[in-house]
């Protein structure tokens, strides 16, 4: 099976930078496509960037594109998200998730394995 672990998220002032961690173990078969996501209290769950292991292909959304910075390690078994320049708006509940298909897109539905999350709060 697949165990996500996240790390490092915290508080910080607007203006600020973080970079979550998430530790993969398992089956390689399932981390062809790996994802960050985000909750915030009262919305929906979004997709904010997502990769593919093979060819480091990105996509991130618009809320954060120039922003944050998804990027995993060579052997694939730790992915990043570098924050700069946080915003209040941008705290949340931050995930990692994966999936084993090539399509690689911020659609929540295609993953399959999920961390527990780190908490991220950025102040005024």
């Known amino acids: 099976q697949v165990q996500l672990v996240e790390s490092g998220g915290g508080s910080v002032q607007a203006g600020g930078s973080l970079r979550l961690s998430c530790a993969f173990s398992?089956?390689?078969?399932?981390?062809?496509?790996m994802g960050w996501f985000r909750q915030a209290p009262g919305k929906q769950r979004e997709a904010i960037a997502t990769?593919?292991?093979?060819?480091?292909?990105?996509e991130y959304a618009d809320s954060v594109q120039g922003r944050f910075t998804i990027s995993q390690t060579i052997a694939g078994n730790t992915l990043y998200l570098q924050m700069n320049n946080l915003k209040p708006e941008d705290t949340a509940l931050y995930y990692c998730?994966?999936?084993?298909?090539?399509?690689?897109?911020?659609?929540?539905?295609?993953?399959?394995?999920w961390g527990q999350g780190t908490q991220v709060t950025v102040s005024p």
């Open positions: 998730a994966t999936h084993g298909s090539y399509v690689c897109i911020r659609d929540e539905a295609d993953f399959h394995y």
């Open positions: 398992g089956d390689i078969a399932h981390r062809v496509c």
């Open positions: 990769i593919r292991h093979n060819d480091d292909h990105t």
